[in-house]
């Protein structure tokens, strides 16, 4: 059983930086992708970035060119650099693991089975 556990939320002002961290716990490695999912109050949970067994990411058009996902070299880690935070931005942020060899493809949340139990992240203007 895969358990995920994410940290480093909080709150910054709107133009601001975090970098969340998702550690991956026990059977890993039939993982296909890793990906970040974000969830505002009154609002469905919807990808935000993954990356695939082979490196290949993937990004939501509202946050491209400002967040940056990337993995660990174990690859049981999985990181998300956020930049040039805006209030939009406000949300849970989860971490998921898909073994969907179609993962790579899409950020569709059911390709991802595994989830953790989410990092607060809030700007402010």
């Known amino acids: 059983q895969v358990q995920l556990v994410e940290s480093g939320g909080g709150s910054v002002q709107s133009g601001g930086s975090l970098r969340l961290s998702c550690a991956a716990f026990?059977?890993?490695?039939?993982?296909?992708?890793m990906g970040w999912f974000r969830q505002a109050p009154g609002k469905e949970r919807e990808g935000v970035a993954s990356i695939d067994e082979n490196g290949r990411t993937m990004y939501a058009d509202s946050i491209k060119g400002r967040f940056t996902i990337s993995q660990g070299n174990a690859k049981n880690t999985l990181y998300l650099q956020m930049n040039s935070l805006e209030p939009g931005d406000t949300a849970m942020y989860y971490c998921?693991?898909?073994?969907?060899?179609?993962?790579?493809?899409?950020?569709?949340?059911?390709?991802?089975?595994?989830w953790g139990q989410g990092t607060q992240v809030t700007v402010s203007s």
């Open positions: 026990g059977y890993t490695y039939s993982s296909r992708c």
């Open positions: 998921a693991t898909s073994l969907n060899p179609l993962c790579g493809e899409s950020l569709a949340i059911w390709f991802f089975g595994h």
